[in-house]
């Protein structure tokens, strides 16, 4: 079945370090790609997308590049914030399915002072 | 304007007790979803609403687990028989329209725990 597969964590990083969070998915089709976080205490927000191969989504300085020869989507980041601290989401949804998004496990990113 | 809102945001209950979970969806959004989100994992999908009917209830786990929007809006999780395992943050999203193209807005979710 589909399925989301990404880097666990922790990861610790100082602050204007780069980030990289590694990301491959499994699916039938085209699937939509996102990437979520969840800030501490806060629910899910949906940080970028990516809806065909090749697009890059951006947003708040993270970006990922939607690779279907390698079916990856990684997030990076050039300068990571102390704000970054959250827990990144992986995730996929495909336009035949009723609309379920299938996430990844998340990974928690720390960034130290 | 208001986003998804869920309450109780923490409920604890003892095994084989009956709980109910509430989800207040984003005024004027047709679709709305349940997920289960156990500690360390990502959010598993549960069941979609398109209006007032389950669209999709193939993540229930069993039939312990029944959900209902009878006028399309307000929505609430039904958990029977509660066992240790039920215990999760259960997430509720909403969206305009059942397209794949439409951004699904999560709440904050309900924490259950099952003694």
């Known amino acids: 079945g589909d399925s989301v597969t990404q880097m666990e964590g922790p990861v610790t990083l100082s602050e204007e370090a780069f980030l990289t969070i590694n990301c491959t998915y499994t699916?039938?089709?085209?699937?939509?790609l996102f990437w979520y976080v969840q800030y501490p205490g806060e629910g899910l927000q949906l940080l970028l997308k990516?809806?065909?191969?090749?697009d890059k989504g951006s947003n708040k300085g993270f970006e990922a590049t939607y690779r279907k020869e390698t079916t990856s989507f990684h997030l990076e980041k050039g300068s990571v914030q102390v704000s970054d601290s959250a827990v990144y989401f992986c995730?996929?949804?495909?336009?035949?399915?009723?609309?379920?998004?299938?996430f990844g496990s998340g990974t928690r990113l720390s960034i130290r002072p | 304007g208001a986003g998804v809102s869920q309450t109780p945001s923490n409920k604890v209950t003892e095994k084989g007790k009956y709980v109910e979970l509430r989800c207040d969806p984003i005024s004027g959004h047709t679709a709305l979803y349940w997920y289960r989100q156990s500690l360390g994992q990502g959010p598993e999908f549960l069941i979609y609403f398109q209006g007032t009917g389950a669209a999709d209830d193939s993540g229930l786990p069993n039939d312990r687990f029944f959900a209902v929007r009878p006028e399309g809006s307000v929505s609430t999780l039904k958990i029977q028989r509660t066992e240790r395992g039920d215990s999760a943050v259960y997430l509720c999203?909403?969206?305009?329209?059942?397209?794949?193209?439409?951004?699904?807005?999560f709440g904050p979710g309900t924490r259950l725990t099952v003694l």
């Open positions: 995730a996929l949804i495909k336009y035949s399915s009723a609309s379920k998004i299938i």
């Open positions: 699916a039938t089709g085209y699937p939509s």
């Open positions: 990516a809806t065909k191969a090749d």
């Open positions: 999203a909403s969206s305009f329209g059942e397209s794949s193209y439409n951004e699904q807005f």
